[in-house]
């Protein structure tokens, strides 16, 4: 008989997670800060979502719609989706959870990409599962590689597109094609977190392939072209029995009031949207050529972001960049943990925070304080 412990005992997995670490968020004292390692967007959230947040402010004390029906409803409308086929979350982090632990089981495997989202490998383990990691080409997911990987245990595969660090993405085509790919008891979680960034015409979130199948979801948030990113807000789009089976197992109140009413508002504001697409369409293309012409490799983005690398001709670190940049209060996302520790991801910030990252970079790379 095995002894019994001398104090609780997580669950088999619990401890082989490494705890996320969020993007830095501090500046030298006395040295302005310009965030940029949460991708969070420069041009902040609709007027319009503020003014429903503040809407908010006398009625603390009540608890919120637990269906978030008047979000679903605005999300549906704006999309051309039926409400009843989605489920809103305290950010697309939650949902990512919630249909991991819906859908895995001890021993289960679930698949993602090498440098996928460390949500995924976190809820993975949370859930007791085995996950499985399968390399990518180039930065971006090979959809033969991910097939490859696929066993009997397999309950999950989660698909980044566009990916987040790299800014890479697969075509609609390519998605199309892993779907096909894959057992009909096998769910495709499609997370596009950054899917209102992209333009280019072979691209698509997944909506119709969601729309169309048994053992797809796709999920997205407001946390980044929104910019209601401390509201924690996302959404979910899937098959009926997908929805029944996660509102059966989620929270009755997950997602606050503040975040219903500033979401209602955001998704309507479509102007709000288009700006915040133009700032970033014109300032990643001047932001990408000019890192470039400092030596330095850009990995191209379809994002929000960029993944900036230091290759070891240049004598220069990643880690080296990161310590000088932060001493100007530019402050970028050290990605190690996803495999990249020669590379930094540099948020599209303002046109003050984008020239002065370009300039300190050039700084850095000849050799002044």
């Not at 104090?7 to 830095?24: H, N, Q, S, T």
Request: net charge neutral; charged share 20%; hydrophobic share 45%.
């Amino acid at each position: 008989m095995a002894t019994p412990a001398s104090r609780p005992v997580p669950r088999p997995g619990v401890l082989d997670i490494e705890a996320y670490v969020p993007g830095k968020s501090t500046a030298p004292a006395g040295v302005k800060l310009h965030k940029l390692s949460s991708n969070e967007t420069p041009l902040g959230p609709s007027p319009k979502a503020i003014a429903a947040f503040d809407s908010l402010k006398g009625k603390l004390e009540l608890y919120p719609d637990g269906s978030a029906t008047k979000l679903r409803e605005a999300i549906a409308s704006r999309y051309g989706l039926d409400p009843a086929r989605l489920v809103c979350g305290s950010g697309s982090d939650e949902l990512l959870q919630l249909v991991t632990k819906t859908y895995l089981g001890d021993d289960d495997e679930g698949i993602f990409t090498e440098h996928g989202f460390l949500v995924y490998r976190i809820a993975i383990l949370a859930a007791g599962g085995k996950p499985v990691v399968v390399p990518e080409a180039n930065l971006t997911a090979d959809v033969d590689a991910i097939l490859k990987a696929v066993t009997p245990r397999t309950k999950i595969v989660f698909l980044a597109n566009p990916n987040n660090p790299t800014g890479t993405y697969l075509p609609f085509e390519e998605v199309k094609r892993l779907h096909a790919g894959l057992p009909s008891d096998v769910l495709l979680v499609l997370d596009a977190a950054y899917a209102e960034y992209v333009r280019r015409n072979d691209y698509a979130s997944g909506l119709e392939l969601v729309a169309t199948n048994e053992n797809v979801v796709m999920a997205r948030t407001f946390s980044k072209i929104y910019g209601l990113a401390n509201l924690r807000l996302g959404w979910l789009y899937g098959p009926a029995h997908v929805i029944d089976a996660l509102n059966r197992v989620r929270g009755p109140f997950n997602v606050n009031g503040a975040a219903i009413e500033a979401g209602t508002a955001a998704i309507a504001d479509e102007a709000h949207v288009a700006a915040a697409l133009q700032h970033n369409e014109t300032w990643l293309a001047w932001t990408t050529a000019e890192v470039e012409r400092l030596g330095l490799t850009v990995t191209p983005s379809v994002g929000n972001f960029i993944l900036i690398h230091f290759p070891k001709t240049s004598g220069k670190t990643a880690k080296e960049a990161d310590a000088f940049l932060s001493q100007r209060g530019l402050i970028l996302r050290s990605v190690g943990a996803y495999g990249l520790p020669d590379a930094l991801r540099m948020t599209i910030g303002s046109e003050e925070a984008n020239r002065l990252v370009v300039a300190a970079l050039g700084d850095f790379l000849a050799g002044k304080q």
